[in-house]
C-alpha cells in the first residue's frame, strides 16, 4: 500500500497541518520522486524540512515522505517568512513550469487571499471597508499582483480559474493553459444548455425569465420576439434590445430603473430592476426586418437599453448568448454602452459593434481611457457617452475616440422618490465639443441638450464693468 502525505502526518505530531502555499506546488514526476527516495535512503536527509511559525508543512512534502519511507528521521525547520513567497522562491523560481503550472500556483495564492481578506473583514465588527463595497475589484488587483509575481499574468490566473471550475481533469494532465482553458469553455458553453433544474410549469402564453442569483419567474410571452423603436431619449439608434434587464450601479437618476419599478410594467419586470436574463428574446434579431433606409440609424440596435450588460455581476454565459445572437445576425449594427469597459478587452470582438462607456464626471475619465484603449482600434467604433454630464470634463487623451456622445439629465421618478432634470452648463459642453475638434474626433449633442427638456444652461452673462 502506498501512503500518501495525509496518511504519514499522524506519525510526525511536530505538523499541525499543510499550508496551502505547499499544496499549490506542482507534484514532481514519478521518476524524480524514485530518484529522491533512493539519494534520502543512501545519504540521508541533507536539507531540513520547512514549517510555518506555526507548524504547518510548508517546503519538502516529497522529501518527508521519502523519509518516511526510508525510515529516515526527518529534522524541522520553521520560519515566519510569508508562507507564499517562501513557497514560490523555493519550488516555484527553481523549476521550469509551464504556464498552466503556475497558473495553477497563481490561483491558489489568489484563492488564499480572498480567504484572509474574508477573515479579517468578520474581525472588524461590522465596519464598512472598500473591499467590502467592490470585492470584485480588489480581487482583480490581487490577481494581477500575483501573477506578475510568479511569472504569468491576471488573464491567465482568470483562465485557469475557468478550467478549475469547468474542466479540473485539466488542471494536470499534459494540455497546455489554451487547451486547456477551451475545454472549460466548451464544458461551460454545455452546461449552459442544460435546462434548468426544477423548472416552472410551461404555458401557452408564458415564458420564463431567470436573475443571475437564480431565481426564476414566468412573464407574458409576446406574440413576436422583435426589437422596439426606440423614442427621443435613444436618437442615434432605432432599435433597442434588452435581453438582459436589470443593474446594480445604484445612478440615482436612471430612467431604466423608473420603469422597471412602474405599475404600468410589473408584468414583465417581476424582479424589478434586479438583473435578469430573458433568454427568449435572443431571437429578435433575426425575426426583425431591417427597414430598407437611407437613413443610417434604422440599422442600428441599442443592446440592452434597460441593463448593463457588461456589469460585474453579469454572468459570462449571458454575454457569450448575447454575442452568438449577434454574430447569427451580422447585417444589424449594435450598440453597446457600459460603466465598466475593463470587461470588453477580456472578450473576443464583434466587428460590427459600437462599444461604449459612459462618462458622467471627472473621476471616470483616467479609468475609461485606460479601458478603452485597450481594445483594438480599426476592428469597431469605440465611443463615449456623457450623458448626463454631471460636471465639467477634461480628457487626457480623446484622439482614441470615434464619436463622443453629449446629453442631459431627464427627471424621473424612482421608487424612493422623484429625481429633478439636471442640464449641463453651456460652457461645459463647449468645452468638450472643442476637445473633440482639436482631436478630430466626431461629437453628437442629443436634442434634450437643446430642443427638449432639460436644455442647456447656457449663459446669461452681463458686459464687463457693468454695475447693476
Known amino acids: 500500500m502506498i501512503e500518501t502525505l495525509n496518511d504519514i502526518l499522524v506519525h510526525y505530531p511536530e505538523i499541525s497541518g499543510v499550508h496551502p502555499a505547499c499544496l499549490a506546488v506542482p507534484e514532481i514526476s514519478d521518476d524524480d520522486r524514485e530518484k529522491l527516495e533512493q539519494d534520502i535512503a543512501s545519504k540521508g536527509l ?3 524540512i520547512l514549517l510555518t511559525a506555526s507548524g504547518e508543512l510548508l517546503d519538502g512534502r516529497n522529501r518527508l515522505m521519502a523519509c518516511y519511507r526510508a525510515n529516515v528521521e526527518p529534522r524541522f525547520t520553521k520560519t515566519s517568512s510569508d508562507p507564499w513567497d517562501v513557497a514560490f522562491s523555493r519550488n516555484i523560481a527553481r523549476r521550469h513550469l509551464s504556464t498552466k503550472q503556475l497558473a495553477v500556483f497563481g490561483l491558489a495564492w489568489v484563492e488564499h487571499e480572498k480567504q484572509e481578506a474574508k477573515k479579517r ?26 501573477g506578475e509575481r ?18 479540473p481533469d485539466k488542471l494536470k494532465d499534459d494540455s497546455t493553459l489554451e487547451e486547456a482553458y477551451k475545454e472549460a469553455q466548451k464544458v461551460k458553453k454545455q452546461k ?31 406574440k413576436k420576439v422583435v426589437f422596439n423603436q426606440t423614442n427621443d431619449s435613444v436618437d442615434w439608434a432605432s432599435w433597442t434590445w434588452n435581453p438582459v434587464t436589470g443593474c446594480e ?44 433606409s437611407s437613413d443610417p440609424r434604422d440599422g442600428r440596435v441599442f443592446v440592452c437599453s434597460m441593463a448593463d450588460l457588461f456589469g460585474k455581476w453579469v454572468p459570462d454565459a449571458w454575454i457569450e448568448s448575447v454575442f452568438d445572437a449577434c454574430l447569427k445576425s451580422p447585417h444589424w449594427e449594435y450598440l453597446f454602452l457600459t460603466k465598466w469597459p475593463a470587461r470588453y478587452s477580456r472578450m473576443p ?19 475609461v481611457e485606460a479601458d478603452m484603449q485597450k481594445i483594438a482600434s480599426g476592428k469597431v467604433i469605440r465611443w463615449i457617452s456623457l450623458e448626463p454630464m454631471l460636471e465639467p470634463i477634461r480628457f487626457d487623451d480623446i484622439g482614441w475616440c470615434d464619436l463622443v456622445v453629449i446629453g442631459s439629465q431627464t427627471s424621473t421618478n ?44 447656457l449663459p446669461k452673462g452681463l458686459p464687463r464693468g457693468y454695475a447693476k
Open 46 to 48: 541533507l536539507e531540513d
Open 121 to 146: 473583514q468578520s474581525e472588524l465588527n461590522g465596519k464598512t471597508l472598500l473591499v467590502e463595497m467592490f470585492p470584485q475589484a480588489d480581487t482583480g488587483k490581487s490577481r494581477d499582483k500575483v
Open 150 to 167: 510568479v511569472g504569468t499574468s491576471g488573464r491567465s490566473i482568470d483562465k485557469i480559474a475557468a478550467v478549475a471550475e469547468h474542466a
Open 192 to 222: 449552459a444548455a442544460l435546462p434548468i433544474e426544477n423548472p416552472l410549469p410551461p404555458s401557452e402564453n408564458l415564458v420564463p425569465i431567470i436573475t443571475a442569483k437564480g431565481k426564476e419567474s414566468l412573464i407574458p410571452m409576446p
Open 249 to 292: 450601479h445604484g445612478c440615482k437618476f436612471c430612467y431604466a430603473r423608473e420603469i422597471a419599478h412602474s405599475e404600468r410594467m410589473a408584468d414583465y419586470y417581476p424582479n424589478k430592476f434586479e438583473p435578469t436574463y430573458h433568454g427568449y428574446r435572443l431571437a429578435a434579431p433575426r425575426n426583425t426586418s431591417k427597414p430598407e
Open 349 to 367: 470582438l464583434i466587428e460590427n459593434a459600437w462599444y461604449g462607456a459612459s462618462v458622467i464626471q471627472q473621476s471616470d475619465v483616467k479609468r
Open 414 to 457: 424612482q421608487p424612493d422618490g422623484r429625481v429633478e432634470e439636471f442640464a449641463p452648463e453651456f460652457d461645459w459642453v463647449f468645452d468638450v465639443v472643442a476637445q473633440c475638434k482639436q482631436a478630430g474626433v466626431p461629437y453628437y449633442l442629443k436634442e434634450n441638450l437643446g430642443l427638449s427638456r432639460p436644455g442647456m444652461k
